[in-house]
DNA sequence: ATTACTAAATGGCGAGTAG
DNA sequence: TCTACTCGCCATTTAGTAA
C-alpha cells in the first residue's frame, strides 16, 4: 500500500496548519481548494489517511477536527529526510577535456598587478604567471561549465590603465586532477567559445603533470550545498505540479 | 499535469546518483529494481520525465544516459523547500486545563535543597515553593502532555535520604498564560494520572493570575525543530509506501 | 452549508511481446 | 540483452446526488 502524492500533500497541508499539535477544523471543500482537486478526492483522501492510521478524525456537530498523528508525522519526517539526504549534499561538478595551447595571453594577463593581486586575496593563491587552456570533451563537462559560470562567486574586478580597459571575470576553485588546488576563471569578454576553459594555478600545472597538448585533464568543483540557483520559483505548496 | 510519487520517487534516485552533473547510465530494468516497479512502467516514467523536461536522454548504442535537468533539479528543490519550510519550523504544544489544588505535597518537594539546586541549575531559575496542578481540557492537551514527556531533556535525578527515597522526573521549560517563565515536570512515579500537569515557575503563579480552583489556564511549550522521536524508522529512499 | 456514496471517465500498472 | 508498444485490469478521479 502507497500512498500517491496528492495523499502526501494532503498530509503536509493538515501538519502545516498546526494539525499536529492541535487538532484543526478542516472541511473537504476548503482541502479541496488548497490542493487544487475536487471536494470528493478530498473526501476520499481523508477517509485514506485515517485508515491507514496517519490522521484522526472527531466530528463535533457539523465541522470535522483533523490532527495529524505521530505515525502520519513520521511518514512525513521520512520523506523528507530521504530528500535531504540526496539534496543537502555536496556536488560534484567534474570538467574533462584536452590541453591546448592558447593565445599566449594568459601569462600577461595574470602577470597584472591589478589581476595579481586581487587573485591572492580573493582566491587565497598566488598564481603561476600563465593560464592551462582546456577545451572540453563531453557535453556534461560543456554543460558543467555552463552552470559553474552561474555559481562561481569570486569576482575579480576589471580596470582601466590609460586608454586600455582590462575586462572583469569570475573564478571557483577547483580541483585539478584530484590533486592540485586550482582555480576555473570565467572571462567576461573571452576568445573561446563555451566548450574552453581556462584554469589558474599557484604550480606549474603543465611541468607538475607533465602535459602535452591533447592530453586528458580533469577539473572537479565540489559545491558545498545546493547553492545551484533556481530559475523559476514555482510558488505553491508541495508543487509538484506544472 | 501533475507527477504521481513514483515519478517524483525516479526524479530522486536519478539525481541521487549524480545524475545531475554527469550523465548516467541507467536501463529501464534497474530502475525498476530500485523503485519496486516494473520494468515497463520504468520506461513509461522516463518517457513520462523526458517529455516534461525534467530530464534528458542520450542514447549511446544499446544504452541510455540519463540526466536531470535544471528544470528536473528545481522540482526536487520546490518539493523539498516546502516539505523543510513545514517541519522545520518551531513546534508550538499547548496544554490548556483548569486549576486544582492536589495533596499539598508540591511545596515540600521543591523545597528540598537536592531538588532545589538542580532545578537553578537546569532549569536556570530558582523556583518558588511550590507547584501548580492543572488538569488538563482537551485530547488535544493530553496528547501534548503525551508528547512532550517524550521530549523532556531535563534530567532532575533522584537521591536518597536515610532510608527515604525520592524519585527523579524530567522537565520542560513552557511560557505559563503566554507570558510568565514555568517549567511543566514529569514525575517518575506520580500519584496523578496522565490527564495532570504539575507546573513550577520562579514566581507564584496563582498569585501573579489570582488564580482560584476551576480557572482555565495555557501552558504553550515551543520545541525548536523536529526534536519529535521517531518510533519507526522505514528505511528505503522516499519511503512513503506501507 | 457539510460528508461521502455511486457511476463513469481517466490514468497508471504490469504481462506479453515486437523491434 | 535492451526499450517501449498494446491491452486488460485496477486505482484514482470527478460529476451527480443522497443524507
Redesign the pocket.
Known amino acids: 500500500m502507497t500512498l500517491?502524492l496528492?495523499a502526501v500533500r494532503a498530509l503536509l497541508t493538515l501538519y502545516a496548519q498546526n494539525g499536529f499539535s492541535v487538532s484543526v477544523k478542516?472541511?473537504?471543500?476548503?482541502l479541496a481548494r488548497t490542493l487544487g482537486?475536487?471536494?470528493?478526492?478530498a473526501?476520499?483522501?481523508?477517509?485514506r489517511l485515517e485508515k491507514e492510521g496517519l490522521i484522526e478524525r472527531r466530528s463535533v456537530g457539523?465541522v470535522?477536527f483533523v490532527r495529524v498523528t505521530e505515525l502520519g508525522l513520521n511518514k512525513l519526517l521520512d520523506l523528507y529526510t530521504d530528500l535531504r539526504a540526496v539534496i543537502e549534499r555536496p556536488m560534484d561538478f567534474v570538467l574533462e577535456g584536452r590541453v591546448f595551447t592558447g593565445f599566449g595571453e594568459g601569462a600577461f594577463y595574470v602577470s597584472l598587478p591589478k589581476y595579481r593581486q586581487q587573485f591572492r586575496e580573493k582566491l587565497g593563491f598566488d598564481p603561476f604567471p600563465g593560464t592551462l587552456n582546456v577545451r572540453l570533451l563531453s557535453l556534461d563537462s560543456i554543460n558543467n561549465r555552463r552552470l559553474l559560470n552561474r555559481i562561481a562567486d569570486v569576482y575579480i574586478e576589471g580596470f582601466k590603465n590609460g586608454s586600455r580597459t582590462y575586462g572583469g571575470l569570475k573564478a571557483i576553485h577547483g580541483t585539478f586532477n584530484d590533486s592540485e588546488l586550482c582555480a576555473v576563471l570565467f572571462i567576461e569578454r573571452t576568445h573561446y567559445g563555451s566548450d574552453v576553459v581556462e584554469v589558474i594555478s599557484p604550480v606549474y600545472l603543465r611541468g607538475r603533470f607533465a602535459l602535452k597538448d591533447g592530453d586528458k585533464v580533469r577539473i572537479r568543483v565540489t559545491i558545498p550545498k545546493e547553492k545551484v540557483e533556481r530559475e523559476e520559483v514555482g510558488g505553491e505548496l508541495v508543487s509538484v505540479g506544472t
Open positions: 500517491n496528492m478542516v472541511s473537504t471543500p476548503a482537486t475536487s471536494q470528493q478526492s473526501s476520499r483522501i481523508l477517509i457539523r470535522t
